[in-house]
């Protein structure tokens, strides 16, 4: 069985599920394996990408490449 066919097939068994306890213990276990996940792919930035950053950041806002806080919240808004 393919990993699509396995999908499914998870899927259809979820659905048949009439107990909350059981899904909030799946929704909880999913939650927490994808944390593990990400956080197992997470790497620590180096000294130099750090300054790197902070200098593009601080030559940005010199060179009036920023926008305040609240045009930004407005922007996204009305999206």
Excluded: C, W
């Excluded at 599920?17 to 197992?40: A, V």
């Excluded at 950041?57 to 922007?75: F, P, S």
Aim: hydrophobic share 40%; glycine share 2%; no cysteine.
């Amino acid at each position: 069985m393919d990993i699509q066919a396995r999908k499914i097939s998870l899927i259809q068994e979820f659905l048949r599920i009439n107990s909350e306890e059981l899904i909030n213990k799946l929704d909880r276990f999913l939650h927490d394996e994808k944390r593990k996940i990400y956080e197992q792919e997470l790497k620590p930035m180096s000294i130099d990408s750090f300054n790197a950053m902070i200098d593009q950041a601080e030559e940005d806002a010199a060179n009036g490449r920023v926008i305040e806080a609240k045009n930004l919240r407005t922007d996204i808004e009305n999206m």
